[in-house]
Nanobody, 124 residues
Framework: QAQLVESGGGLVQAGGSLRLSCAAS????????MGWFRQAPGKEREFVAT????????YYANFVKGRFTISRDNAKNPVYLQMNSLKPEDTAVYYC?????????????????WGQGTQVTVSL
């Protein structure tokens, strides 16, 4: 069972960039389809991006296309979310999630393993 740990969150000004990382303690993530989700205060957790096991296929929510990039380095374990041109509305707790059951998915229900989340705050 994968225990996922996110890192890289923080406070950034609008227009800035952050890179989030997700790693598994004690095991590789190469067997998992990985996703990033986010949850802002008072809102439902929503899909951000997903990547298949090899890293060949990705899929993004419309509101991050062209700004965020999901990638993975199976040799080194982490899955990344590069976030550029950040906006105040990107402020949320960001969660990584893993699944062995699907090929690629934007649905929360497809993921069995979740991290604790990392806070991203974008100021004006």
């Amino acid at each position: 069972q994968a225990q996922l740990v996110e890192s890289g969150g923080g406070l950034v000004q609008a227009g800035g960039s952050l890179r989030l990382s997700c790693a598994a303690s004690g095991r590789t993530l190469s067997s998992y389809v990985m996703g990033w989700f986010r949850q802002a205060p008072g809102k439902e957790r929503e899909f951000v991006a997903t990547i298949d096991r090899i890293g060949d296929n990705t899929y993004y929510a419309n509101f991050v296309k062209g700004r965020f990039t999901i990638s993975r380095d199976n040799a080194k374990n982490p899955v990344y979310l590069q976030m550029n041109s950040l906006k105040p509305e990107d402020t949320a707790v960001y969660y990584c999630a893993g699944s062995m059951r699907v090929s690629i998915s934007a649905r929360r229900e497809s993921y069995d393993y979740w991290g604790q989340g990392t806070q991203v705050t974008v100021s004006l």
